[in-house]
């Protein structure tokens, strides 16, 4: 059982650049998120989703864009990379009480 | 909108003692779930330890315990016979109780960085 896998675990980009963190659940969970972890601030939700075909924005949205055309994908779209979205990202998924974490993915744009 | 305050940055301890993490939280809520995950240096977010509102006893699995006060909106995390496997980044974290959303969502306290010295 994968559970929450996320690629790629490292990526540098250059400012202006675009790429698409992968998340996938093999749990058949409804409930995924997004979630970036910067040093000192624990970590601040981007993007949730109820089900295939649902999103919707969560305390960090702009510059990320989000899609669920799958119950088990969830990818996270950085449009023109900004240094400021040098971060740590989670992806995770819930069922009733309980969430489970991907690995994380250390991004850095410079 | 619910907050959770982790007000140690730091904290350090021996191996073999005991050690408490402290987490206060606010919200409105009555009906919700306080979690204590870990954070080693892998990365890797661990769920440590979960409490139900609703629950008056405190939650325990092995080693690590709660102080749960819902009144006082206190949720402290207590780690007996600390080992160096122990060392890594503890965050308090709050999910409301309500069905549907964003209420499943989770909100993070600044974590606390602990340290076990051998």
């Known amino acids: 059982n994968a559970g929450v896998t996320q690629t790629p675990k490292f990526r540098i980009l250059k400012i202006g650049q675009s790429m698409t963190l992968q998340c996938a659940q093999d749990?058949?969970?409804?409930?995924m998120y997004w979630y970036r972890q910067d040093p000192g601030m624990g970590l601040k939700l981007i993007y949730y989703?109820?089900?295939?075909?649902?999103?919707d924005k969560g305390e960090v949205p702009n510059g990320y864009n989000v899609s669920r055309s799958t119950t088990e994908d969830f990818p996270l779209r950085l449009e023109l990379a900004a240094p400021s979205q040098t971060s740590v990202y989670f992806c995770?998924?819930?069922?009733?009480?309980?969430?489970?974490f991907g690995q994380g993915t250390r991004l850095t744009v410079v | 909108a619910q907050t959770v305050t982790q007000s140690q940055p730091e904290m350090s301890v021996q191996e073999a003692e005991t050690v408490t993490l402290s987490c206060t939280y606010d919200t409105s809520e009555s009906d919700y779930y306080l979690f204590w995950y870990k954070q080693p240096p892998s990365r890797q977010m661990i769920l440590v330890i979960r409490?139900?509102?609703?629950?008056?006893q405190n939650a325990t699995e092995n080693r690590f315990s709660v102080n749960f006060q819902k009144a006082a909106k206190s949720f402290s995390l207590k780690i007996s016979d600390s080992q160096l496997g122990d060392a890594a980044m503890y965050f308090c974290a709050y999910r409301s109780g309500n069905s549907g959303g964003s209420n499943y969502k989770l909100t993070f306290g600044k974590g606390t960085l602990l340290t076990v010295n051998p």
């Open positions: 995770a998924s819930s069922y009733m009480a309980e969430a489970f």
């Open positions: 989703s109820v089900g295939a075909g649902i999103t």
């Open positions: 749990m058949n969970h409804n409930y």
């Open positions: 409490q139900e509102a609703y629950k008056q």
